[in-house]
């Protein structure tokens, strides 16, 4: 599992993802890091045993991979904020800003539609990390302004949701939401390529080893001359960039745009990444629990419409108790290292 749920600082040696147990500092550790990729194998498996065929086919996973890949875009810039010790609440906002916007803006070509609703989010993702950094505003009530202000935008851009923007048939955009290489869909292996970049940015860079220095201790980062504010400043802008990106390749999917979608994105993202073994209190954590959790949360919600008799929300109690739980474990397992 990752070797990232470590607390790290600069001075400290890169580390890889993979890194055998003893790396950690405790056991307790280690059940932190594979609780998720435990309870996944167990739940997949619970689903191979009710639901047989129906649940464990080629069509059904590739389908989970899909549904699974924007909300996985997302956690990934979501991981870095949290890791670092802040919060972004306005990223469902902006996925749905950014899908408003692709859709409105492929009336003048698929770059159009492709550049603006990324840059768009990025901008709101920067000027959130200069008012948290520059200023030390607290994130939680920058990034909920940040929610309403994104909102708001995506409603006025469609008349207060009563249009619904498309993208036409002949935009090559669509492909981006649309088509399979080797089976699996386009928005998989973007994720899966920013899942890699952001294994190496998190492990392999200066900028990564600040992120864990700074959740580990922000006034220590400053005595040691790390320059937080533009490393907070950088994670606003990647989070605000990856939502753009995620809400452009979902209104590249549906060839729509639509002002009501992302509606708890942030909560979800936010949950995956806990889930996965970040700590909320910042300086431990990684991608690879991170991955774990949204694939969980997937197959969960995947299980549910199995049922068919169950509704969505379903899936937000089943989630809300097992976060409850995660959050609970890790509570005990920081009181135990502590003594």
């Known amino acids: 599992m990752t070797s990232d749920i470590v607390a790290r600082t600069p001075g400290d040696p890169p ?57 996985a875009i997302i956690a990934i810039g979501m991981t870095f904020v949290i890791i670092s010790g802040g919060i972004d609440l306005s990223v469902g906002s902006m996925y749905a800003l950014a899908a408003v916007l692709a859709a409105y803006s492929s009336r003048w070509g698929s770059v159009a539609g492709i550049v ?69 869909g386009v928005p998989v292996w973007i994720a899966l390529t920013l899942f890699g970049g952001g294994l190496v940015l998190l492990n392999r860079t200066r900028l990564g080893q600040a992120v864990f220095a700074i959740g580990g201790s922000e006034d220590a980062s400053v005595l040691m001359g790390l320059r937080v504010a533009r490393v907070k400043i950088i994670l606003y802008t990647i989070t605000g960039l990856l939502g753009g990106l995620a809400g452009m390749l979902v209104a590249a999917r549906s060839s729509s745009g639509l002002s009501t979608i992302g509606g708890g994105l942030e909560l979800e993202a936010i949950a995956a990444v806990v889930i996965g073994g970040t700590l909320l209190s ?58």
């Open 15 to 71: 580390l890889g993802d993979i890194a055998a147990p003893a790396s950690f500092g405790s056991v307790t550790s280690l059940i932190r890091q594979s609780a998720a990729g435990v309870v996944l194998m167990i739940v997949v498996l619970l689903g191979v045993i009710l639901f047989g065929s129906k649940f464990a086919n080629t069509g059904n996973f590739s389908n989970l991979a899909v549904a699974s890949s924007f909300l």
């Open 116 to 184: 603006v609703p990324i840059v768009t989010c990025a901008v709101i993702g920067f000027v959130q990390g200069s008012l948290i950094g520059k200023l030390g505003m607290p994130p939680f009530i920058v990034t909920l302004a940040g929610l309403l202000f994104a909102r708001g935008l995506a409603f006025k851009v469609s008349d207060d949701g009563n249009t619904t923007h498309l993208i036409d048939r002949d935009r090559w955009m669509t492909n981006l939401g649309q088509e399979r290489v080797l089976g699996v």
């Open 282 to 339: 910042g300086g431990a954590g990684g991608l690879t629990g991170t991955l774990t959790g949204v694939l969980l949360l997937g197959v969960i919600q995947n299980l549910i419409n199995q049922v068919g008799t169950l509704r969505s929300f379903h899936q937000q109690v089943v989630s809300g108790l097992f976060l409850i739980m995660v959050v609970t474990a890790q509570t005990i397992v920081g009181r135990r290292e502590q003594s």
